[in-house]
């Protein structure tokens, strides 16, 4: 069985067309300004479903994915979950269905490797490259994350970069020219995606009765993601900010 948190049917902004997109229970990471709290805890409030349901619900709207769309598993972290999942997935490409993986990387065994050998495609959530701004922001190491990088390039598993920009905590020149020279050779990268900061999540704290401890820090400007949009463009060709 699979703890599900929730489902969007019709997502344009979690992997290439349109898209099922899964929400998982169960997260490693404890980002401030995560936007779904409520899916961090192991169990919650998920509903276990049989992965024969989800399949179902997949080929009942493969019709809409079009030639790019399909399936993604985000969360909380999908690879909570991946011994459950590796049996979902292969079903999934039996039917022909593309399989996307929104990750933090964070998280390492044979049931996690197989499952990026089936996915068509990783969403890799880079955080912060800077390790003690990355405990800052995460409670966690990126140094998974980072080895995580490694083997999707060495296996020739494509992949998108996606990085959050949060003022006073990822928004550093020096941070992201880092990470650029890191990642600027790999050939999986198909390309980069810049999330801006948002508080959309934050009527979930105040339901929850947790604290929001990012309630101080700015949006972005437009000037600020265009300058974080240029940064990035020096060591890749596609950058887009989603």
């Not at 169990?43 to 179902?56: C, F, N, Q, V, W």
């Not at 020096?234 to 989603?242: A, E, G, S, W």
Request: charged residues 25%.
């Amino acid at each position: 069985m699979i703890k599900v948190h929730s489902y969007e049917s019709l997502g344009t902004y979690d992997g290439p067309g349109i898209r099922l997109v899964v929400f998982l229970q169960g997260c490693n990471f404890r980002c401030l300004y995560c936007a779904n709290p409520d899916t961090i805890d192991t169990k919650g409030e998920s509903k276990e479903t049989a992965p024969e349901e989800i399949l179902r619900m997949a080929v009942s709207q493969k019709p809409f994915f079009g030639k790019k769309g399909g399936v993604t598993f985000s969360g909380g972290e999908p690879t909570f979950q991946a011994k459950a999942l590796v049996p979902l997935c292969r079903m999934l490409k039996e039917a022909g269905i593309h399989i996307c993986i929104d990750s933090n990387g964070g998280i390492w065994n044979k049931d996690v490797e197989e499952l990026f050998t089936l996915a068509d495609l990783t969403l890799l959530d880079v955080k912060e490259f800077n390790d003690e701004r990355h405990k800052t922001l995460t409670s966690r190491s990126n140094a998974q994350t980072l080895k995580t990088a490694a083997w999707l390039e060495a296996n020739h598993r494509p992949f998108w970069l996606r990085y959050v920009l949060v003022n006073g905590y990822s928004n550093f020149t020096d941070d992201i020219k880092a990470l650029g020279e890191h990642f600027k050779d790999y050939q999986m990268i198909e390309r980069v995606e810049i999330l801006p900061y948002h508080t959309l999540g934050v009527h979930k704290y105040e339901a929850m009765q947790m604290e929001y401890k990012l309630k101080d820090v700015d949006l972005n400007t437009p000037e600020q993601l265009e300058t974080a949009k240029e940064l990035f463009g020096r060591y890749f060709k596609t950058v887009f900010v989603n």
